[in-house]
T-cell receptor, first 111, second 114 residues
């Protein structure tokens, strides 16, 4: 089955700096790669996703890149703000709808 | 907005009790999922369901069962709760059968087994 690894487990940046979180996956059949943000006391919420037919996707300050050959994908947050502080999860799934998650990254943005 | 509602935010149960965790979604989604979340381990899939009365094992089904009698409701059952089942449990749903689409999560149930 799919195995998703995520790094780093914790990340601390100054407000205004960029943050990058990286994930690798094992199953070459995976074709959908979402990223979720989980704030304290809430369930994870989708912030951006990418499918295997594209290499990069951007939405304002967040972007995701995908390298299918190397089986890795990354989340980039630019101009970080304190409200970006949360736990971020990457995930991967194939057409079986069996989504598998990374272990999570706790991002802290210091004002 | 899709709403996934988990019936309890916090539960405290004793070892050996039978525990029911309930989840309801209001958007007519075909797929529903149960994950448990533990620090350093991320979200691990327990069971999922593509349709009413259908269920599939995830990665860690041992000690759990599920029930989906109605499309909008997916229940997780701990037949005999144990202390190693103390965790955060997350229910999710998604709209596409056989394809890929984002999961919509509830806010979780934090279960403590003493």
């Amino acid at each position: 089955g799919e195995n998703v690894e995520q790094h780093p487990s914790t990340l601390s940046v100054q407000e205004g700096d960029s943050a990058v979180i990286k994930c690798t996956y094992s199953d070459s059949a995976s074709n959908y790669f979402p990223w979720y943000k989980q704030e304290l006391g809430k369930g994870p919420q989708l912030i951006i996703d990418i499918r295997s037919n594209v290499g990069e996707k951007k939405d304002q300050r967040i972007a995701v890149t995908l390298n299918k050959t190397a089986k890795h994908f990354s989340l980039h947050i630019t101009e970080t703000q304190p409200e970006d502080s949360a736990v971020y999860f990457c995930a991967a799934s194939s057409n079986n709808n069996d989504m598998r998650f990374g272990a999570g990254t706790r991002l802290t943005v210091k004002p | 907005d899709v709403k996934v509602t988990q019936s309890s935010r916090y539960l405290v149960k004793r070892t050996g009790e039978k525990v029911f965790l309930e989840c309801v979604q209001d958007m007519d989604h075909e797929n529903m999922f149960w994950y448990r979340q533990d620090p350093g381990l991320g979200l691990r899939l327990i069971y999922f369901s593509y349709d009413v009365k259908m269920k599939e094992k995830g990665d860690i089904p041992e000690g759990y069962s599920v029930s989906r009698e109605k499309k909008e409701r997916f229940s997780l059952i701990l037949e005999s709760a144990s202390t190693n089942q103390t965790s955060m449990y997350l229910c999710a749903s998604s709209p596409t059968q056989g394809g890929n689409s984002p999961l919509h999560f509830g806010n979780g149930t934090r279960l403590t087994v003493t």
